[in-house]
């Protein structure tokens, strides 16, 4: 009986490796085959093409004005001058005032630095009317008469005229504007 249950057993491991020979999935075989692809492309002609291209830089806009006076340097004044000119200016043109107060002398001395060197960091100077032929005498104006003619809601006292004038109607800082 002995042998009949090793028989047995032998005959199931067969029937068993037999099942599971018959369920195990072949490797598949692998093809190796070299392609060689030739194209050929006829040109008849070749032609050169030039063509103008515009080139757009972005510029970055400077957001700050530096203003710089010999003016509106009592507290009142300044608050005044801020309050009522300046902070609408700032809305209405997405900018923003650094506003200075500095006596005539350093006004001069500075726009002259400024010149010399090519590295201008004021955009506005408002020297008093008394220190102008200093101004003009650097020649730091520029004659207006042709803007100033077009401006029929603004007018000038007769002594700012005379302190700013050298035969010439209206003069303003040329650098500076």
């Given at each position: 009986?002995k042998?009949?249950?090793?028989f047995?057993?032998?005959?199931?491991?067969?029937?068993?490796?037999?099942?599971?020979?018959?369920?195990a999935?072949?490797?598949?075989?692998v093809?190796?085959k070299?392609?060689?692809?030739?194209k050929?492309?006829?040109?008849?002609?070749?032609?050169?093409?030039?063509?103008?291209?515009?080139?757009?830089?972005?510029?970055?806009?400077?957001?700050?004005?530096?203003f710089?006076?010999?003016?509106f340097?009592?507290?009142?004044?300044?608050?005044f001058?801020?309050?009522?000119?300046?902070?609408?200016?700032?809305?209405?043109?997405?900018?923003t005032?650094?506003?200075?107060i500095?006596?005539?002398?350093?006004?001069?001395?500075?726009?002259?630095v400024?010149?010399?060197?090519?590295?201008?960091?004021?955009?506005?100077v408002?020297?008093?009317n008394?220190k102008?032929?200093?101004?003009m005498?650097a020649?730091?104006?520029?004659?207006?008469?042709?803007i100033?003619?077009?401006w029929?809601?603004r007018?000038?006292?007769?002594?700012?005229?005379s302190?700013?004038?050298?035969?010439?109607s209206?003069?303003s800082?040329?650098t500076f504007?």
């Amino acid at each position: 009986m002995k042998q009949r249950t090793i028989f047995v057993a032998l005959g199931v491991m067969l029937v068993l490796s037999m099942v599971l020979g018959a369920c195990a999935t072949p490797t598949p075989e692998v093809i190796t085959k070299e392609v060689e692809v030739i194209k050929t492309v006829e040109v008849e002609k070749v032609v050169e093409v030039e063509k103008e291209v515009e080139v757009v830089k972005e510029v970055e806009v400077n957001k700050q004005l530096v203003f710089s006076s010999r003016l509106f340097s009592p507290p009142r004044e300044q608050e005044f001058f801020i309050n009522e000119v300046i902070k609408p200016f700032e809305a209405e043109n997405d900018v923003t005032v650094n506003f200075q107060i500095l006596d005539d002398d350093t006004l001069l001395e500075r726009a002259e630095v400024q010149q010399s060197t090519g590295h201008v960091t004021t955009d506005i100077v408002c020297a008093h009317n008394g220190k102008m032929p200093d101004w003009m005498d650097a020649d730091y104006v520029e004659d207006l008469t042709d803007i100033v003619g077009g401006w029929n809601d603004r007018h000038f006292s007769a002594a700012f005229e005379s302190d700013t004038n050298n035969n010439i109607s209206c003069r303003s800082a040329r650098t500076f504007i």
